[in-house]
Nanobody, 124 residues
Framework: QVQLVESGGGLVQAGGSLRLSCAASGRTFSRYTMGWFRQAPGKEREFVAAISWSGGSGHYADSVKGRFTISRDNAKNTVPLQMNSLKPEDTAVYYC?????????????????WGQGTQVTVSS
């Protein structure tokens, strides 16, 4: 069982930066692939970034590649998402998710645990 809590959302102007964090509880956190998703009003939840249980390079949606960076600290049970050069179209509720499957997955169905989400609003 893994419980996830996101933090760090807020209001920022276009071009600015935010750093989201996902705090996970559970002794087996280091075994899970971790992902970030987002959902804008009236739209489906979409993949943003993911990182495997061992860390290393993250995997990104084309819309955020080069601007967002995902990482993980298995000692602290955290998964930060650094977001730079933010755009109004990045406005959404951002969710942290954990997958018990090895590998990287882009669809929500492969993730077993979800946080409650944190709002990110980017003004133009």
């Amino acid at each position: 069982q893994v419980q996830l809590v996101e933090s760090g959302g807020g209001l920022v102007q276009a071009g600015g930066s935010l750093r989201l964090s996902c705090a996970a509880s559970g002794r087996t956190f280091s075994r899970y692939t971790m992902g970030w998703f987002r959902q804008a009003p009236g739209k489906e939840r979409e993949f943003v970034a993911a990182i495997s249980w061992s860390g290393g390079s993250g995997h990104y949606a084309d819309s955020v590649k080069g601007r967002f960076t995902i990482s993980r600290d298995n000692a602290k049970n955290t998964v930060p998402l650094q977001m730079n050069s933010l755009k109004p179209e990045d406005t959404a509720v951002y969710y942290c998710a954990a997958s018990q499957y090895s590998g990287i997955y882009y669809n929500t169905g492969r993730y077993d645990y979800w946080g409650q989400g944190t709002q990110v609003t980017v003004s133009s």
